[in-house]
């Protein structure tokens, strides 16, 4: 089965920095790659689907990259509200696996 | 409104059974795909299963041949049978699904506790 790696697995970062979450996948998976954004507490929001699609009512500091097995999320300017857990999934096929997530934190 | 509703979990012995029920309103159970995803206490999200719009399933390795999901479209409703509970079943069970034809789950519900113990 194909993983995925996300890294870091928590980072700090102050309030208007520009933070990037990578997630690399064993195999190729094209752009078949989601990602989400968890709140403590709160269930799972997607972000970004197809790897660089910006899903509707997601503010546009959220941006997505890549394909094949390279894969990037970033905020280009880190606010408050940010503060949570990140997963990229695959869908190319199944397993649908997730990433092991990244902790961002306000530094 | 779209939503989805998640009830059923509980406290259950090792080796015992419980069914998840998801029921929906304002999308339907059998477009596009529907996904089970648990999550274990403070750990990260774990793909369990999902089925496809023409009823195909998939699951995970650590509970094919236990778990099964299925659908009543008269009832729009997802379930999830889980057999032959372990302790390492212990998690909040999400169902998801898209709003539209992509590759993203933006409707969750919110969740139900499974403990497995005795």
């Known amino acids: 089965d194909i993983q995925l790696t996300q890294s870091p697995s928590s980072l700090s970062a102050s309030i208007g920095d520009r933070v990037t979450i990578t997630c690399r996948a064993s195999q190729g998976i094209a752009n078949y790659l989601a990602w989400y954004q968890q709140r403590p507490g709160k269930v799972p929001k997607l972000l970004i689907y197809?790897?660089?699609t910006l899903q509707s009512g997601v503010p546009s500091r959220f941006s997505g990259s890549g394909s094949g097995t390279d894969f990037t999320l970033t905020i280009s300017s880190l606010q408050p509200d940010d503060v949570g857990s990140y997963y990229c999934?695959?869908?190319?096929?199944?397993?649908?696996?997730f990433g092991q997530g990244t902790k961002v934190e306000i530094k | 409104e779209v939503r989805l509703v998640v009830s059923g979990g509980g406290l259950i012995q090792p080796g015992g059974s419980l069914r998840l029920s998801c029921a929906a309103s304002?999308?339907?159970?059998?477009?596009?795909?529907m996904a089970w995803v648990r999550q274990a206490p403070g750990k990260g999200l774990e793909w369990v299963a999902f089925i496809y719009s023409g009823g195909s399933t998939y699951y995970a390795d650590s509970v094919r041949g236990r778990f099964t999901v299925s659908r009543d479209n008269s009832k729009n409703t997802l379930y999830i049978e889980m057999n032959t509970l372990r302790a390492e079943d212990t998690a909040l069970y999400y169902c998801?699904?898209?709003?539209?034809?992509?590759?993203?789950?933006?409707?969750w519900g919110q969740g139900t506790t499974v403990t497995v113990s005795s």
């Open positions: 197809a790897a660089s």
């Open positions: 998801a699904a898209p709003l539209g034809d992509y590759y993203g789950m933006d409707v």
């Open positions: 999934q695959k869908f190319n096929s199944a397993p649908w696996t």
């Open positions: 304002g999308l339907s159970v059998s477009s596009h795909y």
